[in-house]
Nanobody
Framework: QVQLVESGGGLVQAGGSMRLSCAAS????????TGWFRQTPGKERDFIAA????????DYADSVKGRFTISRDNAKNTVYLQMNNLKPEDTAVYYC????????????????WGQGTQITVSS
């Protein structure tokens, strides 16, 4: 079992930056691929970024490519999402998730989820 807790959300102006953290506890987190997703009311949860267990492979949604960076520190059992040049359309609840089967862009590939953290980008 893995428990995930996101932090770092809040209010930011358009063009600003924010870093989200996802702290894991429980079983060996370093063996899990990790992803970030986001969701707005009434819409599906969308893939944002993923990173392999080693950190050597990453993938991003086109909407955030070049602006967001996913990274991990396995010694700290933490995954990060650095978000730059934020836009109002980035406003959402952001979730981190862990996968036992490898990094993926697919929601159903992830076994464990955090509770989410709200990001609001004002124009």
């Amino acid at each position: 079992q893995v428990q995930l807790v996101e932090s770092g959300g809040g209010l930011v102006q358009a063009g600003g930056s924010m870093r989200l953290s996802c702290a894991a506890s429980g079983r060996t987190f370093s063996r899990y691929a990790t992803g970030w997703f986001r969701q707005t009311p009434g819409k599906e949860r969308d893939f944002i970024a993923a990173i392999s267990w080693s950190g050597r492979s990453t993938d991003y949604a086109d909407s955030v490519k070049g602006r967001f960076t996913i990274s991990r520190d396995n010694a700290k059992n933490t995954v990060y999402l650095q978000m730059n040049n934020l836009k109002p359309e980035d406003t959402a609840v952001y979730y981190c998730a862990a996968s036992t089967t490898g990094w993926s862009t697919t929601l159903s590939s992830y076994d464990y989820w955090g509770q989410g953290t709200q990001i609001t980008v004002s124009s």
